[in-house]
């Protein structure tokens, strides 16, 4: 079982950065399954058990207001994305149900060309297996650097 | 105040006119003025936040933070008093303390030479002081108590921890007046806040621009759609603005009025703010009853840089750092308080989603003030106008008004002597 959950949770993360990254945020909250979480926090909060998120998503609706909230609402410079991602670690396995870490780096391309390492840090996910596809039930992104700059926009 | 004064070292700038209503963009883009305000404001008679109370619960605890471009360690000592200094050795100038924060701590020792410090800021204790087998050492007349860094008057309002360089500045009850008294204790008094989060937002300019921003009660129903839309803040509902004596604390609230009629001045002004936006989960913005008065919204400011907000249940204080003409960190502490139940914080995370660097509202204070930066590039002989509201900074009870805004520039300008 192990190493095709590594398989299909790979697979999984390079489907959610593609999404993100080519501009395709209204199919983001579909990438979530079951009892959808988001957050994205830091490293210290993270460690110091500080709950509150710069995102803070548990349920799906929450994720397509955040999408619409971008598309229709906020003002923000037209940007985008490009994640690289590292390799998954399998923290647990039980049953169907499969923790990981991810490490991640992720560019900003801001539209005057300015390109600059927005943020890297660790997605802990939880996933469930299911007909051999790692469905996402939560994922909190937790960013190394607890200084953000400007605007978090688009999520991580 | 009202003389026309040419700013510090930059002849050729355009003077600052008379009156409250237009701002020269040069005080934005120089660094000589950056550098009088950390003499003037940052050292000067101002009470400045550097903490939480509980954020130092027991003795020994201790953080850094900063006043300014200096920096500061805040600590508790076993005497449970709240004692600052300057982080800066008494011998060469290192910083004394590295780590944000930490706890049971009994001194302090620069890492450099390892002098060594209590923890209100005394030093006790100089390495090889007598010298090495007598020789070598500090003279005799080298006196400890004669050497520290500098300590800070404290102050603490409704469990914020202040600090000042100066010996002038007035006590803080004083300092702050009893409207924006009464309005920090609306929020904080008799409660114990619980820390949720800390976030720092990097902000690409100035930082009275963004106290600028915070202060101006006109712009939030119109850059910010999120507001207006899900009726949060409209500047025709109930409310106000407090502006202090000194201009330069601020206080701007608002209450929803669920029987007012659609306003038609706002549809009249065509704004972005009137779409049809609707949430996928409204569960966001359901709020509880947490202060009994309909109040919705409270933001308050201290002069020069530290903000009190209240978004329906999403608590926050917010420290204003500059770190160059251009830089600014806005730190973010997100509150919840310990008498909250499983159900209410819940609210207060989710609503958390209204503000810091990714909020629905307070993104936009993110990015905006850089547009201005990057928009008066070329124009420091060029003026902003503030004239929304009049040409004073007095309280009212319109919000389309600037008059807060004034009353930052009062204040300021009364504090630089220009």
């Given at each position: 079982m192990y190493g095709n959950s590594l398989q299909y949770i790979t697979k999984a993360q390079a489907d959610y950065a593609r999404c993100i990254d080519d501009d395709r945020l209204e199919e983001w909250p579909s990438l979530f399954h079951g009892p959808c979480l988001y957050k994205i926090t830091t490293a210290s909060n993270y460690r110091d058990g500080l709950e509150a998120g710069i995102v803070f998503a548990n349920s799906r609706g929450m994720l397509t207001d955040r999408v619409s909230a971008l598309r229709e609402a906020n003002i923000y410079e037209r940007q985008t994305y490009r994640h690289i991602l590292g390799l998954p670690s399998i923290l647990s396995e039980d049953g169907a149900k499969v923790k990981s870490e991810t490490p991640f780096m992720v560019a900003r391309i801001l539209q005057d060309g300015d390109t600059s390492i927005y943020a890297t840090g660790r997605y802990f996910d939880t996933y469930e297996i299911v007909d051999g596809k790692a469905q996402l039930n939560e994922r909190t992104v937790v960013c190394d650097s607890s200084r953000i700059d400007t605007l978090l926009a688009l999520p991580l | 105040m009202n003389?026309?004064?040419?700013?510090?070292?930059?002849?050729?700038?355009?003077?600052?006119?008379?009156?409250?209503?237009?701002?020269?963009?040069?005080?934005?883009?120089?660094?000589?003025?950056?550098?009088?305000?950390?003499?003037?404001?940052?050292?000067?008679?101002?009470?400045?936040?550097?903490?939480?109370?509980?954020?130092?619960?027991?003795?020994?605890?201790?953080?850094?933070?900063?006043?300014?471009?200096?920096?500061?360690?805040?600590?508790?000592?076993?005497?449970?008093?709240?004692?600052?200094?300057?982080?800066?050795?008494?011998?060469?100038?290192?910083?004394?303390?590295?780590?944000?924060?930490?706890?049971?701590?009994?001194?302090?020792?620069?890492?450099?030479?390892?002098?060594?410090?209590?923890?209100?800021?005394?030093?006790?204790?100089?390495?090889?002081?007598?010298?090495?087998?007598?020789?070598?050492?500090?003279?005799?007349?080298?006196?400890?108590?004669?050497?520290?860094?500098?300590?800070?008057?404290?102050?603490?309002?409704?469990?914020?921890?202040?600090?000042?360089?100066?010996?002038?500045?007035?006590?803080?009850?004083?300092?702050?007046?009893?409207?924006?008294?009464?309005?920090?204790?609306?929020?904080?008094?008799?409660?114990?806040?619980?820390?949720?989060?800390?976030?720092?937002?990097?902000?690409?300019?100035?930082?009275?621009?963004?106290?600028?921003?915070?202060?101006?009660?006109?712009?939030?129903?119109?850059?910010?759609?999120?507001?207006?839309?899900?009726?949060?803040?409209?500047?025709?509902?109930?409310?106000?603005?407090?502006?202090?004596?000194?201009?330069?604390?601020?206080?701007?609230?608002?209450?929803?009025?669920?029987?007012?009629?659609?306003?038609?001045?706002?549809?009249?002004?065509?704004?972005?703010?009137?779409?049809e936006y609707k949430l996928a989960d409204p569960t966001l913005l359901e709020s509880f009853d947490e202060y009994h008065d309909g109040c919705t919204l409270q933001i308050l400011s201290v002069f020069p840089t530290f903000v009190l907000q209240q978004i329906q249940n999403a608590i926050a204080v917010r420290q204003i750092v500059p770190r160059a003409v251009t830089k600014t960190d806005l730190n973010w502490t997100y509150l919840g308080f310990a008498d909250d139940t499983p159900e209410q914080r819940l609210t207060r995370l989710k609503q958390a989603n209204l503000v810091g660097p990714a909020g629905y509202i307070s993104m936009e204070d993110g990015c905006v003030g850089g547009f201005v930066q990057r928009g008066i590039a070329g124009a420091s002989e060029d003026q902003a106008v503030l004239e929304m509201g009049g040409a004073e900074a007095n309280s009212s009870e319109s919000r389309v008004t600037e008059a807060s805004v004034r009353g930052f520039w009062k204040a300021y300008r009364a504090h630089m002597g220009i």
């Open positions: - | 003389k026309i004064v040419l700013p510090p070292d930059t002849a050729n700038s355009a003077p600052w006119p008379e009156g409250l209503t237009r701002v020269p963009y040069w005080v934005f883009q120089d660094q000589s003025v950056y550098a009088e305000e950390q003499r003037k404001i940052f050292q000067g008679p101002n009470w400045h936040y550097l903490a939480l109370e509980v954020e130092l619960a027991e003795p020994g605890d201790f953080l850094t933070t900063n006043i300014g471009d200096t920096p500061v360690i805040v600590t508790r000592d076993t005497d449970n008093e709240i004692y600052a200094f300057e982080n800066r050795c008494a011998h060469r100038g290192a910083l004394i303390c590295l780590e944000n924060r930490g706890r049971h701590r009994k001194d302090f020792s620069c890492v450099y030479h390892a002098w060594n410090y209590d923890p209100q800021g005394n030093l006790t204790g100089v390495a090889f002081k007598d010298g090495i087998k007598g020789k070598g050492g500090m003279p005799d007349s080298f006196k400890m108590e004669q050497h520290g860094p500098r300590k800070l008057r404290i102050a603490i309002v409704h469990g914020l921890i202040f600090g000042s360089f100066s010996e002038e500045v007035p006590p803080i009850e004083e300092y702050l007046g009893e409207e924006i008294l009464n309005r920090i204790e609306r929020v904080l008094g008799g409660r114990t806040p619980v820390v949720l989060g800390r976030f720092t937002q990097v902000l690409p300019n100035n930082w009275k621009l963004y106290m600028e921003n915070v202060k101006d009660s006109y712009h939030a129903s119109i850059l910010h759609l999120f507001f207006t839309t899900f009726e949060l803040n409209r500047l025709s509902m109930k409310g106000g603005i407090i502006v202090d004596e000194s201009g330069g604390h601020h206080v701007s609230y608002s209450a929803i009025d669920p029987e007012a009629v659609k306003d038609v001045d706002y549809a009249k002004q065509q704004l972005r703010s009137e779409s």
